[in-house]
């Protein structure tokens, strides 16, 4: 068909039948203007998609006017910063962004709480703030949220929706960005809509994948992964209200979105928008690899799952354009990278990092960190990555099996080690964390625990080794030194900028034993921000160690908009990049992985080009003549080749 005489066609047939009433006449004519400019990219999406169906054209005309509601329902407010973000759309980049993720109820309790506690986050830096998912979710398990019962409702025990409505407020005045999920690959099972398919609605049943036997889920099961093997074997679950297998990718209580039907990409746009007019600016893409489906393949990553996301992103910049996407791809890194793009994610967590940083930390041999950064760390310019080096999930070691081979690493092995190295099977580690989602199959699993557990402060304390303390503190400091200079967001996992360490009262929880996660997910209390003020305590010498680096981060626009290139240090245990900005500014971060002193020449860093380089972090000065360097055990050098801006 000729594309561009059908979009027209059905544009025009659709601004007929438009409801716009609620909308004043400027607001029409910015409405359309944004119609206009998106809609052929919406149009061809959807068509790929959707283009076989004979109600397309139905569920179009539906889809335009959910947007047209929900930019009505918009505040002027957040209008206003739509427009403020469309003239300065890489916001993101900037060196003042400071990103924190938490739970609202172990962080403060509740949704006041968190008001409350916005003076703490001020101070500490946080420009951007991401709330683990706070909507309504079944009582006992509701895997931490992620399993939603209703978009539109605050969980009752972190307070109501007006409390949300203040928050938003409270935090733009502080300028902190509130984040938010979106749990779009599936709703609980208390859902109404899983509700309606439980009572045997076949509109809702069509809204998920219902099967009556299992003989088309035991084709699919052929090629599917298992991602909580731990508590329940495959991707399917009896539901016996129904009498149907519904398919279940993560727990039974999580039900998948069927996206093969029109209508619920329309429902799930228009739970978006909901969501987006609460006041977010980033929305995080939660399970965003598995929400495509297709026989025959592993039913990740798969091509239509990217022309999803692209259209929910089209919706947005038609109706809340100052809404940005937070990709969560935990897959291989070539896949993580398909979707980072202006036009589909403008952010993505960078799982290859984090997973690496703590490989590296286990063998203190930097080459496959280097390697895979060389590699994959570049991504389009108007985008941006989100450093991290712990969140509530389990670290995967998603490492490129491929570059791993060419350094004579088996990836298999190597996981095995990774594993048995931060699970306490391994003699002479330092790290103290827990095994997760150990599949009975084939002996694979992932590994839990607090940063600072896993950095190996909670054995120095427990034997009172100062050199232990000295060790893991200086590694926590380290690693966080990389995700504030690398390039990007650097995001902080609420609690690891106290140096809490691992939380075992989840296994007296009978609705949280058996996901060992939970050990990593603490609260916060008064007490702890107050021990960490206490002069001398390693909590101590992490929090002020932290503030120091991200004082920096912010006084130089270096750590801001700036390219990245990944040094070869040709030294086992050095990490070593150089950012640069469009100024020539340029600031080369070296860390060393090892508690052994490490020397590198000046020349092989690439530092004898006439400038002098100023260590922002110790009086280390290097100059255009060859000179070497010292490292001392787990040090950092930040090294900048001009005066502050
Ligand atoms: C995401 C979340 C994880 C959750 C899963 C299912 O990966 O980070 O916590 O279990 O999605 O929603
Ligand atoms: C798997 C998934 C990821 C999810 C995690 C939860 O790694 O790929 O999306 O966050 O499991 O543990």
């Known amino acids: 068909m000729d594309i561009e005489r059908e979009y027209k066609r059905s544009l025009e047939r659709i601004l007929t039948g438009l409801d716009l009433s609620g909308m004043s006449k400027?607001?029409?004519?910015?409405?359309?203007?944004?119609?206009?400019?998106?809609?052929?990219?919406?149009?061809a999406l959807l068509v790929e998609i959707y283009g076989q169906r004979y109600d397309f054209f139905y569920y179009l005309q539906q889809l335009v006017q959910t947007l047209a509601n929900g930019f009505t329902k918009r505040s002027n407010v957040l209008k206003q910063k739509d427009n403020a973000r469309l003239a300065a759309p890489h916001w993101y980049q900037d060196e003042n962004m400071l990103g924190m993720a938490c739970y609202v109820d172990l962080f403060a309790g509740d949704l006041k709480g968190l008001q409350q506690r916005i003076p703490y986050l001020v101070e500490t830096g946080i420009t951007y703030l991401h709330l683990m998912p706070l909507y309504d979710s079944p009582k006992g398990d509701s895997?931490?949220?992620y399993a939603v019962s209703d978009y539109r409702k605050v969980n009752d025990t972190l307070g109501t929706n007006k409390d949300l409505e203040e928050l938003s407020k409270a935090l733009a005045e502080a300028g902190i960005s509130l984040v938010l999920d979106f749990v779009f690959n599936h709703t609980s099972d208390e859902h109404p809509w899983a509700l309606a398919a439980k009572a045997g609605d076949q509109k809702y049943q069509e809204?998920?994948?219902m099967f009556d036997d299992k003989h088309v889920p035991d084709e699919y099961e052929k090629h599917l992964r298992e991602i909580f093997p731990q508590v329940r074997r495959g991707n399917f679950s009896w539901d016996s209200d129904s009498n149907k297998w519904v398919w279940t990718t993560f727990n039974n209580f999580q039900w998948d979105l069927n996206?093969?039907?029109?209508?619920?990409?329309?429902?799930?746009t228009d739970e978006m928008l909901y969501l987006a007019n609460l006041g977010c600016e980033a929305l995080r893409l939660d399970a965003l690899a598995f929400i495509w489906k297709e026989m025959g393949t592993n039913c990740e990553n798969q091509a239509k799952a990217h022309s999803l996301i692209q259209a929910f992103n089209s919706c947005l910049q038609i109706a809340a354009p100052a809404v940005v996407f937070k990709s969560e791809a935990i897959v291989h890194p070539d896949e993580v990278l398909?979707?980072?793009?202006k036009q589909e994610c403008q952010l993505s967590y960078?799982?290859?990092?984090?997973?690496?940083?703590?490989?590296?930390?286990a063998t203190r041999d930097t080459h496959l960190l280097t390697e895979s950064m060389q590699k994959s760390f570049e991504i389009s310019p108007d985008c941006a990555w989100v450093n991290y080096v712990r969140c509530h999930d389990d670290i995967g070691w998603t490492f490129d099996d491929a570059v791993a081979g060419q350094q004579g690493v088996n990836g298999y092995d190597h996981r095995r080690f990774l594993n048995q190295f931060y699970t306490g099977r391994f003699?002479?580690?330092f790290a103290t964390g827990v095994a997760f989602g150990e599949n009975p199959s084939n002996g694979d699993c992932r590994v839990c625990g607090s940063l600072a557990s896993l950095a190996g402060l909670e054995q120095g304390i427990e034997q009172n080794n100062a050199t232990l303390i000295e060790h893991a503190v200086a590694r926590i400091l380290m690693v966080h030194s990389i995700i504030l200079s690398i390039g990007g967001i650097p995001l902080i996992y609420s609690g690891d900028e106290l140096a809490l360490l691992n939380d075992y009262s989840y296994e007296q929880d009978d609705s949280k034993k058996h996901d060992e996660r939970w050990v990593q997910r603490i609260p916060v209390t008064d007490a702890d921000i107050q021990a960490s003020k206490k002069k001398g305590t390693p909590q101590n010498r992490v929090a002020t160690g932290l503030q120091t680096l991200i004082g920096l981060r912010k006084q130089y626009s270096v750590f801001g908009q700036a390219s990245t290139r990944i040094i070869n240090p040709h030294q086992n245990a050095l990490f070593a990049y150089q950012r640069t900005a469009k100024d020539g500014t340029a600031l080369l971060a070296i860390c060393n992985f090892s508690e052994h002193k490490q020397k590198v020449s000046s020349v092989t860093l690439g530092l004898g080009n006439g400038d002098v380089w100023q260590d922002l972090l110790s009086p280390v000065r290097v100059s255009p003549a060859p000179q070497e360097l010292e490292l001392a055990p787990y040090q950092v050098m930040w090294l900048l080749n001009s005066q502050p801006v």
């Open 26 to 43: 400027r607001e029409q004519a910015v409405f359309i203007d944004r119609l206009n400019e998106q809609f052929p990219r919406l149009f």
């Open 143 to 145: 895997d931490g949220g």
């Open 207 to 209: 809204f998920y994948y």
């Open 259 to 268: 996206y093969t039907n029109p209508a619920v990409f329309n429902a799930i």
């Open 338 to 341: 398909k979707y980072i793009d």
């Open 350 to 361: 960078n799982p290859l990092l984090m997973a690496l940083i703590w490989n590296t930390l």
């Open 427 to 429: 003699e002479g580690s």
